[in-house]
């Protein structure tokens, strides 16, 4: 046993104090984790559950083998904050690029019609490919030009923490619906496209989603350029593409990464953060926290005094948006799409995906197995019902949609539901949401439900994170 050096255990409490914890393991946390670990700063991951994602992961079925994950997820162009986080963690090859915007549309019936975006400049690249497209008339695509020009008229920042600093805009008191209705755009094209768009990114009832967010939304994935309209798909399963990666990148940068970690309270003294307190009862110090749970997860860790004050008590105003993923395995394809659409229906999207069977009847582990994800979004209506029912609303849409589905048998189904997938995007929202920096000295908020100017996306929390490491590190 080596001897004991007072100096070296002076040291060794000196970077346990420099240390940097950040509390959950989700993109939000990780992308905060790994931009300070980028930036020479000593990071602590603690993540309470056995796996890294949050929401946002990938899992093992136990039935069939397959790898699925929690909740059909995409990425755009236009997350330059996660494409930049990918980059860094070496996995951006796995995410699977359209060249150009193609999404595809079934209806009952099985027509099937597309829009694709041309190889023009922006805005010209969308609105060639709307005029060229089979999935409008002519009066839906003028109705199209004219939401375009207005969302060129419109004052919409391009960078998403401005969204929170700049002057009202009328359309943040409208919802989607209203503001739609009042750019004239007709019933069929809101319920055909605008609100199967609003879903897909909003996880929200245009009913009450709000037109501020939704406008930005447009704006930056469909108008901007033809590279930030580009579609990507995870050709792995979503954790393959970061989680692992991420924990590894810290822990190589003289970081720790620890799972099973839960922390049952944040330390305060004199009106700055001092650590965290474990469930087990053990205390860890540092002088710098970054809290990346969930916005109805946060109350529960802080200390009561600071639950009541008004920086932290209007996130409690903020409300839950389910969405349900109904999984369903059949003996032959039904589509050869990767993802589509839906037009009329329940459901909403369709993903194409194909894993190995094992252990059920007619398959074999060598053997592919035709799979799609199917996507509720706004689920709000549908959270309570029953995954027979689901299953059943699901193959019977699938037989009016898709004639090839009709003579499929089902062999297996699994319907996953998140109640609080994702925070409610509704008018007003913006002042529940805060910004990084809190009231606490060291005390700094992520996720996607924080100040962000996004909806509760991949992209919204990967920005958090790295807007909490910016404010950390701008202390140095």
């Given at each position: 046993m080596p001897p004991f050096s007072p100096g070296q255990a002076m040291r060794d409490l000196t970077a346990m104090a420099d240390e940097i914890l950040v509390i959950s393991g989700g993109f939000a946390g990780l992308a905060a984790g790994v931009a300070l670990a980028k930036a020479g700063r000593r990071v602590r991951l603690l993540e309470q559950s056995q796996h890294w994602g949050g929401r946002a992961r990938s899992?093992?079925?136990?039935?069939?083998?397959?790898?699925?994950?929690?909740?059909?997820?995409i990425l755009m162009g236009c997350y330059h904050r996660t494409?930049?986080?990918?980059?860094?963690?070496?996995?951006?090859?796995?995410?699977?690029?359209?060249?150009?915007?193609?999404?595809?549309?079934?209806?009952?019936?099985?027509?099937?019609?597309?829009?694709?975006?041309?190889?023009?400049?922006?805005?010209?690249?969308?609105?060639?490919?709307?005029?060229t497209s089979n999935a409008f008339s002519w009066r839906e695509k003028r109705?199209?030009?004219?939401?375009?020009?207005?969302?060129?008229r419109g004052p919409h920042p391009t960078d998403a923490r401005e969204s929170s600093r700049r002057e009202p805009?009328?359309?943040?008191?409208?919802?989607?619906e209203d503001w739609l209705q009042a750019l004239g755009?007709?019933?069929?094209?809101?319920?055909?496209?605008w609100d199967l768009l609003c879903l897909a990114s909003m996880n929200e009832d245009p009913k009450i989603a709000s037109a501020g967010i939704f406008a930005r939304v447009l704006s930056l994935a469909l108008f901007r350029s033809p590279?930030?309209?580009?579609?990507?798909?995870?050709?792995?399963?979503?954790?393959?593409?970061?989680?692992?990666?991420?924990?590894?990148?810290?822990?190589?940068?003289?970081?720790?990464?620890?799972?099973?970690?839960?922390?049952?309270?944040?330390?305060?003294?004199?009106?700055?953060?001092?650590?965290?307190?474990?469930?087990?009862?053990?205390?860890?110090?540092?002088?710098?926290?970054?809290?990346?749970?969930?916005?109805?997860?946060?109350?529960?860790?802080?200390?009561?005094?600071?639950?009541?004050?008004?920086?932290?008590?209007?996130?409690?105003?903020?409300?839950?948006?389910?969405?349900?993923?109904?999984?369903?395995?059949?003996?032959?394809?039904?589509?050869?799409?990767?993802?589509?659409?839906?037009?009329?229906?329940?459901?909403?999207?369709?993903?194409?995906?194909?894993?190995?069977?094992?252990?059920?009847?007619?398959?074999?582990?060598?053997?592919k197995a035709p799979y799609v994800s199917l996507v509720i979004s706004g689920a709000r209506g549908h959270i309570s019902r029953a995954q027979e029912d689901l299953v059943s609303t699901a193959i019977r849409e699938l037989g009016e949609l898709m004639p090839r589905a009709r003579d499929a048998r089902l062999l297996r189904s699994l319907v996953i539901k998140e109640p609080y997938a994702t925070f409610s995007p509704a008018v007003g929202v913006d002042a529940s949401r805060?910004?990084?920096?809190?009231?606490?000295?060291?005390?700094?908020?992520?996720?996607?439900?924080t100040a962000t100017g996004l909806p509760a996306t991949i992209e919204g929390a990967v920005e958090s994170g790295y807007t909490a490491a910016e404010a950390i590190l701008e202390g140095y």
């Open positions: 899992f093992r079925d136990a039935v069939t083998g397959s790898v699925l994950d929690n909740g059909q997820h494409l930049h986080f990918l980059e860094t963690l070496g996995t951006l090859d796995r995410i699977r690029f359209q060249p150009r915007m193609t999404v595809h549309f079934i209806e009952r019936g099985g027509r099937r019609s597309a829009l694709r975006c041309l190889g023009l400049p922006a805005p010209w690249h969308l609105l060639a490919g709307v005029l109705e199209v030009l004219r939401l375009g020009a207005a969302l060129e805009n009328p359309i943040e008191k409208m919802t989607v755009q007709s019933e069929g094209l809101r319920r055909n496209f590279s930030d309209s580009r579609i990507g798909i995870p050709s792995a399963g979503l954790s393959d593409c970061y989680t692992g990666a991420a924990a590894d990148y810290v822990r190589a940068r003289s970081g720790q990464a620890e799972l099973g970690k839960c922390v049952a309270a944040l330390l305060t003294r004199g009106g700055a953060v001092r650590g965290v307190r474990l469930e087990d009862g053990a205390d860890i110090e540092a002088k710098e926290v970054v809290s990346a749970v969930p916005w109805h997860a946060l109350t529960r860790i802080l200390p009561a005094e600071l639950a009541q004050h008004p920086f932290f008590a209007r996130i409690q105003e903020l409300r839950p948006a389910p969405i349900i993923s109904i999984d369903l395995w059949f003996d032959r394809p039904i589509t050869g799409l990767d993802f589509a659409g839906l037009r009329g229906t329940t459901i909403q999207w369709l993903f194409n995906r194909c894993r190995p069977l094992s252990g059920l009847e007619g398959g074999s582990a060598d053997s805060p910004p990084s920096r809190t009231p606490i000295r060291g005390l700094y908020l992520a996720g996607d439900w």
